[in-house]
């Protein structure tokens, strides 16, 4: 049990299609964060949330939509995505953002046809 | 951006061996991370190190903190089915816009043959 789930641990959908994906965290931390773990390639992180505010953007294009509602939430909005966003996603928080170690959830593995 | 060097990319042993990986950077970081991932699953912490020099054990991990705060390694001792996987080390430091960043490298994959 990490405390940090995420849901649906698997998705299929086309390049037109529109899904979120959806993590929450039972921690009680402050900072959430998105990342993309593809083969072969280090983890990338895509957005970080502290306190509700998105303090970090690294570059994603804008097909991916963050979204957090409170501290204890984070949602991916997903829409018309490309075969090369397949991956698997993955949701961490740390108590602050700053020099705390970060915990992971399952991920999201997501398969673009 | 920055980049963490982790090797070996992967290794095979033979149940009861030790094992050791590590990784080194050209930058500086002020904490370094090891992650264990199973397959389906998210990165798991395993140690944290937080000083230069540090030594930490958890189990039969053992994880130090170089001292010039560019490498870390990870030792495995004694290792057990259970240990398959992938592991990541992860540096973490201030970034430009003064808050701190993980940089993860590109992991390790255990195998153990029986």
């Known amino acids: 049990e990490t405390g940090v789930t995420q849901t649906p641990r698997h998705l299929v959908m086309g390049m037109t299609n529109k899904k979120s994906l959806k993590c929450e965290q039972h921690?009680?931390?402050?900072?959430m964060y998105w990342y993309k773990q593809s083969a072969k390639k280090p983890l990338e992180l895509m957005f970080v949330?502290?306190?509700?505010?998105?303090?970090e953007n690294n570059s994603v294009p804008s097909r991916f939509s963050p979204e957090c509602p409170n501290s204890s939430h984070l949602f991916l909005h997903l829409h018309t995505l490309q075969p090369e966003d397949s991956a698997l996603y993955l949701c961490?928080?740390?108590?602050?953002?700053?020099?705390?170690?970060?915990?992971f959830g399952p991920g999201t593995r997501l398969l673009v046809l | 951006g920055q980049q963490l060097n982790q090797s070996p990319q992967s290794m095979f042993i033979q149940e009861g061996e030790d094992v050791s990986m590590n990784c080194t950077s050209s930058?500086?970081?002020?904490?370094w991370l090891w992650y264990k991932q199973d397959p389906g699953e998210g990165p798991v912490l395993l140690i944290a190190?937080?000083?230069?020099?540090e030594l930490t054990s958890n189990g039969r991990l053992t994880a130090q903190f170089g001292i010039t705060r560019k490498d870390s390694f990870l030792n495995i001792s004694a290792s057990i089915p259970s240990d398959v996987g992938i592991y990541f080390c992860?540096?973490?430091?201030?970034?430009?816009?003064?808050?701190?960043?993980?940089?993860f490298g590109t992991g390790t994959r255990l195998t153990i043959i029986p």
């Open positions: 961490a928080s740390s108590q602050d953002f700053g020099g705390e170690t970060q915990y």
């Open positions: 921690l009680g931390h402050n900072a």
């Open positions: 949330y502290n306190f509700k505010e998105q303090t």
């Open positions: 930058s500086i970081f002020n904490t």
């Open positions: 190190l937080y000083k230069a020099g």
């Open positions: 992860a540096g973490q430091q201030i970034s430009n816009f003064g808050n701190e960043k993980l940089t």
